[in-house]
């Protein structure tokens, strides 16, 4: 039995009783429990099916309570969540004593955001303490960026569903790590490595081959996988190379549209070519597209600067071939 609402005391009551709340914010939605209760964070684990060594970010509303879950923190990182918060940035700071680590998947680290939604921060503001909160999808699916989302893939296993609309960011926060105050990109997100080093200068971005030992579940290959069999990279190739059908195939480009291929089966991010909108478009449009009668999914690679090396690394992710 689940219900979907704006009712932010309801939401509020359910957390403080140690039970999941979905929760809108800018990026996606979230599937978020009481960060203090190792009880309630638990079941985050066991709703998603995700691993629990997969670390969580704590959402909050306020610059002085983050201050209370960090053990250090960086003047660079103060500078970032000056400029970028609330917002679509995730910061990893050392933890301090009150984080758990059922949280921090055992780390000494752990993720904090303050998300810039106006319903989540009104809800935060009621609790004394802050929301641990993944996005809500079972593990190795496709992030939620509507309620209705969320509905589909979780709906009987939560009692309720924060209703924000449509998030406007559409796709998961940029995570930055503070290790021995070196700062380094771990996920592509929603705010982009030109704004983030306009503030802070050149940063190191972590090698996203590196699959083995990840320190962000969004580096594990069958990441943000549709049903259909997602092939990224230059639409142009693939439909010349004919391996399947036209009227089979579903296409999922920026702008174009690709004659031979029936429209119907054509989604484009950003007819205006805006990376900020076809960021926002990305997880719908592949959910729509996993609904077609369709074999396959031809993805077009996204120009590799601001949001688009967010779009590229989802799809890279979501493929099972390159071209
Ligand atoms: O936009 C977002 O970030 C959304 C909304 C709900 O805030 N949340 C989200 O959470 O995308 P999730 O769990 O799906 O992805 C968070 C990522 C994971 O890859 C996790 O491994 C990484 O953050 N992470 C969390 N804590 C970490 C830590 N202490 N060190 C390194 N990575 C961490
Ligand atoms: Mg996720």
Redesign the pocket.
Known sequence: MFRTGTDIELAASILRSGDVVV?P?E????LSANAFNPEAVKKIFAIKKRPLF????V?SDSLTKVEQYVAEFPLKAKKLSEKFWPG?L?I?LK?SNIISEIV??G?S???V?I?NHPLTIALLKLLDFPLA????NPFGFI?PTTPQHVEEQLGDKIKYILDGGKCMVGI??T?I?FFEDEPEI??F??ISIEDIEAIIGKVKIKNNDFLEN??????LKSHYAPKHKLIFGDLEKMIKKGDYNPVKIGILSFSNLYPMIPQENQIRLSKNLDLNEAAGNLFDSLRKLDKLDIEVIFAEEFPNRELGRAINDRLTRASAERY
């Not at 997969?54 to 970010?57: E, K, M």
Request: hydrophobic share 30%; aromatic share 2%; no cysteine.
């Open positions: 929760i914010t990026t996606v939605y979230g997969n670390p969580l970010i959402h679509p995730t990893v933890k921090t998947g780390n680290t752990v993720a955001r998300p909160a993944p996005s809500a992030s998961e926060s995570i790590g771990l996920r997100g929603g990840p320190i962000a579940p969004g580096q």
